[in-house]
């Protein structure tokens, strides 16, 4: 697709990133244009976003592909989406100056010549695209180092506040007497314990919060606060708590998630890792459900 892509004539292919190390942040593109070498911009700052540094990349290259002869058809590829869109966002917000010097840019662009375009592609750095994957190591590569004191930015600082409590909320929530001894602890794809988040959707909201139903069990299943004989027998010592499907003495969430057969519309045993535990909850709809839940 790259090899395709790059060898149009009239068409530049923009590929940024961005990183932050020391409160320094270091933002790289790369710039593709048929017959002509790969084009590479770097700049540091400090005491800025990631999203602002990403933004101020895509403008520099936007600038740069406008401003060159002939080209009629502009692609810029980021792992970030979000950011580009706030070009087009006309709400207040800390990056207008960035946004309104693409718009410019890009009116003069597109009057030039009705058949000019531009577009923006999402490549996620989990994907390994081999030019997207060059942008990222170019990224991480610089160690650079804060030599003099530089103003806070008012958004970088609201951010280094929420990182700071976000650390907290993380270091505060492994204490097993905060989130309670019964909490499901669930891994990513990557095989690492997910903790506590509060952009893109959270951790483990943005897999089941489509769903209120399914947010429902999720929860119960997460917590062990659900209807189940696991959770009855500590305030109902008395009553018999066998499973349902009768080979178990206790209904409990390891028994509902890995043995019972009442619940076996989901042939992984992979319950720990989220997606897949997601995946039995809506497979087994009954599977932490009240009676009256609606599905």
């Known amino acids: 697709m790259a090899i395709e892509l790059s060898g149009v004539s009239t068409q530049a292919l923009i590929i940024t990133n961005a990183s932050i190390k020391n409160n320094i942040t270091t933002s790289i593109s790369h710039i593709h244009i048929h017959d002509k070498p790969m084009i590479k911009m770097l700049h540091h700052a400090t005491n800025v976003t990631s999203t ?28 970030s989406l979000y950011v580009a869109k706030k070009i087009f966002d006309l709400s207040l917000h800390p990056f207008q100056s960035h946004s309104n010097f693409v718009l410019k840019e890009l009116r003069d662009f597109f009057s030039r010549s009705q058949k000019n375009t531009i577009k923006f592609w ?60 019964h909490f499901l602890d669930l891994i990513d794809v990557d095989d690492k ?18 769903s209120n139903s399914l947010c429902a069990r999720a929860s119960r299943a997460i917590t062990n606060h659900a209807l189940i004989s696991e959770y009855r027998i500590r305030f109902f010592p008395k009553e018999d708590f066998s499973c349902l499907c009768g080979s178990y003495p206790i ?45």
């Open 193 to 210: 314990p997910i903790e506590p988040l509060y952009s893109k959707g959270s951790s483990w909201l943005k897999f089941f919060g489509h």
């Open 52 to 79: 602002e540094a990403k933004l101020f990349a895509i403008r520099c290259r936007i600038n740069q592909a406008t401003n060159t002869n002939n080209i009629s058809r502009i692609i810029v590829i980021t792992d």
């Open 251 to 295: 209904e409990s969430r390891h028994h509902i998630l890995h043995e019972c057969r009442r619940f076996n519309n989901y042939w992984n045993p992979r319950r720990d890792l989220i997606s897949y535990f997601v995946l039995f909850l809506e497979f087994n709809l009954g599977a932490f459900a009240f009676r009256n839940d609606s599905i």
């Open 122 to 181: 999402e490549c996620p750095s989990h994907s390994k695209w081999h030019l997207h994957n060059a942008v990222n190591k170019d990224t991480k590569s610089f160690n650079s180092i804060l030599l003099l004191p530089c103003k806070w930015l008012w958004d970088f600082s609201k951010k280094s506040e929420c990182d700071n409590l976000i650390n907290i909320w993380k270091m505060t929530f492994q204490a097993s007497d905060t989130k309670g001894k």
